[in-house]
T-cell receptor, first 114, second 113 residues
Framework: NAGVTQTPKFRVLKTGQSMTLLCAQD?????MYWYRQDPGMGLRLIHY???????AKGEVPDGYNVSRLKKQNFLLGLESAAPSQTSVYFC?????????????FGSGTRLTVV | DQQVKQNSPSLSVQEGRISILNCDYT??????FLWYKKYPAEGPTFLIS?????DKNEDGRFTVFLNKSAKHLSLHIVPSQPGDSAVYFC????????????FGQGTRLTINP
């Protein structure tokens, strides 16, 4: 049981390049989320999804797009990377109706934009 | 506007003593609170939670206290062990709906032998 898997683990982008971060979960969780972690700021919600085919904006959505075509996958896209998007990105999944103890995070993707 | 705040960036405690980590929140709509532990190069892992209908929840060495009138919660670890050295995040949520988490800035706990 792998839980939440994020790929890639590390990436360096040049300003203006695009990329997609992949999140996959094998727990059949309905809800999925993308957070970013920056020094001194904790984790902030970028986008989230409450089911296959649905997405919604979080606290810091600008510059990102997401898609949830399959229940188990949640993709985060950067169309034109900027240095301000240098961060560690965490994906999480959550089974609603069970409190919040089942909220499970991936190990993160460290992205550097130069 | 920081809805969840952890005002101590770091805390150093001697092994065997009690560690107390604090967290304040401003949004009265929050009804569920969690603590996460994070090691370097890993994702946050769930530690303990508490619903707003309770004022205390205990799990082994970990106890979370909630003071709704003060909008304050704390995590007590006793006795502290070297393996407890990590960054601890406080998070708050509304149990209904999308269950989005709002995190504090984190506190780096170091347990000294």
């Amino acid at each position: 049981n792998a839980g939440v898997t994020q790929t890639p683990k590390f990436r360096v982008l040049k300003t203006g390049q695009s990329m997609t971060l992949l999140c996959a979960q094998d727990m059949n969780h309905e809800y999925m989320y993308w957070y970013r972690q920056d020094p001194g700021m904790g984790l902030r919600l970028i986008h989230y999804s409450v089911g296959e085919g649905t997405t919604a904006k979080g606290e810091v959505p600008d510059g990102y797009n997401v898609s949830r075509l399959k229940k188990q996958n949640f993709l985060l896209g950067l169309e034109s990377a900027a240095p301000s998007q240098t961060s560690v990105y965490f994906c999480a999944s959550n089974p609603p109706g069970q409190g919040l103890g089942g909220y499970t995070f991936g190990s993160g993707t460290r992205l550097t934009v130069v | 506007d920081q809805q969840v705040k952890q005002n101590s960036p770091s805390l150093s405690v001697q092994e065997g003593r009690i560690s107390i980590l604090n967290c304040d929140y401003t949004n009265s709509m929050f009804d569920y609170f969690l603590w996460y532990k994070k090691y370097p190069a890993e994702g946050p892992t769930f530690l303990i939670s508490i619903s707003s209908i309770k004022d205390k929840n205990e799990d082994g060495r970990f106890t979370v206290f909630l003071n709704k009138s003060a909008k304050h919660l704390s995590l007590h670890i006793v006795p502290s062990q070297p393996g407890d050295s990590a960054v601890y995040f406080c998070a708050a949520s509304v149990i209904q709906g999308a269950q989005k988490l709002v995190f504090g800035q984190g506190t780096r706990l170091t347990i000294n032998p």
